[in-house]
């Protein structure tokens, strides 16, 4: 399809597992982001990849989170030793351009439950 | 103080009425301004830009106010389909990343 891809839509994890996130851009956008947005709240910035290089991983909330876009398009966001807080909904999105523009593409996003 | 504002709602509107909320942020070095809606469980959707002159989408006008740091975004002759969450956002000119509100909420009523 034309838009954003990720999967799974849907993941239970019990508390302590991994789990990886996939997200797979629009053909040709340079930016991608990861947001969390957890219920009734706005999305929050994870971490951003210009290309295959991560140039901000600030908003990632523990060193248990890690993204990689090796090739530049295809992005993962793996979640070591899950916890309850960690469930919420992971957002990704892509753009044509780095910078000056606020109009991102969502992918429908993958809903972790972590019990 | 969050950097972004907004009333969580949910704003019970009837249909054909006209509505408006705002947004207030803090960081008067924002440049840019967008209004997204986003469905209940779905992904946000860039809704319009909002430009220092106000601007227009139809039945959609958005506003700016900087010396009192604030956008609004104003929906007239509501439709049923206008029912969503609708999140302002900024951007710092100098920087990528955009600072989300919560959004609010707005249910149009038959």
């Known amino acids: 399809g034309a838009g954003v891809s990720q999967s799974p839509r849907y993941k239970v994890a019990k508390r302590g597992q991994d789990v990886a996130l996939r997200c797979d851009p629009i053909?040709?956008?340079?930016?991608l982001f990861w947001y969390q947005q957890a219920l009734g709240q706005g999305p929050e910035f994870l971490t951003y990849?210009?290309?295959?290089?991560?140039?901000?991983k600030s908003g990632l909330p523990s060193d248990r989170f890690f993204a990689e876009r090796p090739e530049g398009s295809v992005s993962t966001l793996k979640i070591q030793r899950t916890q309850q807080e960690d469930s919420a909904v992971y957002l990704c999105?892509?753009?044509?351009?780095?910078?000056?523009?606020?109009?991102?593409?969502f992918g429908e996003g993958s809903r972790l439950t972590v019990l | 103080r969050k950097e972004v504002e907004q009333d969580p709602g949910p704003f019970n509107v009837p249909e054909g009425a006209t509505v408006a909320f705002n947004c207030t942020y803090s960081?008067?070095?924002?440049?840019?301004f967008f209004w997204y809606r986003q469905d209940c469980r779905k992904e946000p959707k860039l809704l319009m830009s909002?430009?220092?002159?106000?601007n227009e989408d139809g039945r959609f006008t958005a506003q700016l106010n900087r010396a009192s740091q604030y956008i609004s975004l104003l929906i007239r002759d509501s439709k049923l389909s206008d029912s969503a969450t609708y999140l302002c956002?900024?951007?710092?000119?100098?920087?990528?990343?955009?600072?989300w509100g919560a959004g609010t909420k707005l249910i149009i009523k038959p």
């Open positions: 956002v900024l951007q710092a000119d100098s920087n990528y990343q955009l600072i």
């Open positions: 990849f210009q290309n295959e290089a991560q140039l901000d």
């Open positions: 960081n008067s070095a924002s440049q840019s």
């Open positions: 999105a892509s753009s044509f351009m780095g910078r000056d523009t606020g109009e991102l593409f």
């Open positions: 053909s040709g956008h340079v930016s």
């Open positions: 909002v430009y220092s002159s106000g």
